[in-house]
Nanobody, 118 residues
C-alpha cells in the first residue's frame, strides 16, 4: 500500500534548525514530484516547497526562501526539508505530498508537528 511517513518534527528554539524526512513506499517515487505543505492554526494550508521528480528543479514560498532546502534521494525513496533560522511563524503541521502531474494523482502523509518556541 502507498505510504508517506514524515519524521523529524518536534520542538525547536527560534533560530534553530530541523530536518524533516518523508519516506515513501508503494508507488514509483522517482516519477512523482514532491511537495511540502504546512498548515498553521487558523490558516490555510500553504505550499512551502516543491521539487521535481529528478530533483533538478525546486521552488519555495517567499517566506522560507533562503532558509529552507528541499531535496530528495530517489534511491532511498525519501524527500527532505532542511529548515534553518526557524521562526515562530514556521510553527505548523508539515505534510509531505507526492503528485504525478499527468494524471493529478497524489498522495499525502500524515503530517508532523513543528513547533518553534523558546
Amino acid at each position: 500500500q502507498v505510504q508517506l511517513v514524515e519524521s523529524g518534527g518536534g520542538l525547536v528554539q527560534p533560530g534553530g534548525s530541523l530536518r524533516l524526512s518523508c519516506a515513501a513506499s508503494g508507488f514509483t517515487f522517482s516519477t512523482y514530484g514532491m511537495r511540502w505543505y504546512r498548515q498553521a492554526p487558523g490558516k490555510e494550508r500553504e505550499l512551502v516547497a516543491t521539487i521535481s521528480s529528478d530533483g533538478r528543479s525546486t521552488g519555495y514560498v517567499a517566506s522560507v526562501n533562503g532558509r529552507f532546502t528541499i531535496s530528495r534521494n530517489n534511491a532511498e525513496n525519501t524527500v527532505y526539508l532542511q529548515m534553518s533560522s526557524l521562526k515562530h511563524e514556521d510553527t505548523a503541521v508539515y505534510y509531505c505530498n507526492a503528485v504525478y502531474f499527468r494524471t493529478k494523482n497524489e498522495y499525502w502523509g500524515q503530517g508532523t508537528q513543528v513547533t518553534v518556541s523558546s
